[in-house]
């Protein structure tokens, strides 16, 4: 992991298309803007887990049947 100090009004670059802005420092918060390309999901880590977690059930539940609707 990589560790930065930051202070409001700083940027950091993340694969040349994705810039990640410290706008607002209060107390133990702090608001971060994320500008990226559209095709680039940003997901908050807790839904992120709750995404793979549902598609990791649907997966474990779904039945031959249920794959012959997607096609």
């Known amino acids: 992991m990589l560790a930065l100090t ?6 950091l ?11 607002e420092v209060k107390g133990e918060q702090v608001k971060l803007g994320i500008t990226a390309p559209k095709q680039v999901p940003v ?6 887990v709750q995404i793979q977690k549902a598609n990791q059930e649907a997966m ?10 997607l096609l």
């Open 6 to 11: 930051r202070k409001k009004g700083d940027s």
């Open 13 to 23: 670059i993340i694969n040349n298309n994705i810039e990640i802005s410290v706008l």
């Open 43 to 48: 997901y908050r880590k807790e839904v992120y």
């Open 60 to 69: 474990e539940t779904a039945t031959p049947e249920d794959l012959k609707g």
